[in-house]
């Protein structure tokens, strides 16, 4: 097995990474979205004249409270989410860049045995006499 084929399944499994954790942060991002949106629900709520305010202001001061430390929780994910996506977009590019290198590798090899091929083949050709004496190929 070439370096070049070991490196083109590491990029393709990398790729495959690199997607599971964008999707990650889509879901994470999601939450804290989620989590502002019933925030902002209940924060309307609160500020309106609502019957049910007046009759359970501690439960919904509690409902606030851990809804407060979900959307906390829930941007804290995301901020690793979003980490652990660029640690895995950075091993990509390297190797990316490395999978590159040893393409150009490999094909300047294959570039070099083929100009030595035709070298040898030219001068396993005979040579006619005239040729010799004259410089005449």
Do not use: C, W, Y
Request: aromatic share 2%; hydrophobic share 35%; charged share 40%.
């Amino acid at each position: 097995m070439s370096e070049k084929s070991d490196l083109a399944r590491l990029v393709r499994l990398q790729k495959v990474i690199k997607a599971l954790r964008e999707r990650d942060h889509v879901q994470a991002n999601r939450k804290v979205a989620d989590a502002d949106k019933s925030i902002e629900e209940l924060n309307r709520m609160m500020t309106q004249e609502n019957p049910v305010v007046a009759l359970f202001p501690d439960l919904l001061a509690r409902h606030f409270e851990e809804m407060l430390k979900q959307r906390a929780e829930a941007s804290r994910a995301a901020q690793e989410t979003a980490d652990e996506l660029l640690k895995e977009k950075k091993k990509l590019d390297n190797m990316e860049d490395r999978h590159e290198r040893a393409k150009g590798l490999e094909q300047r090899a294959r570039d070099a045995r083929l100009q030595h091929e035709m070298l040898d083949q030219r001068s396993a050709r005979p040579v006619s006499a005239s040729s010799k004496i004259g410089g005449i190929t």
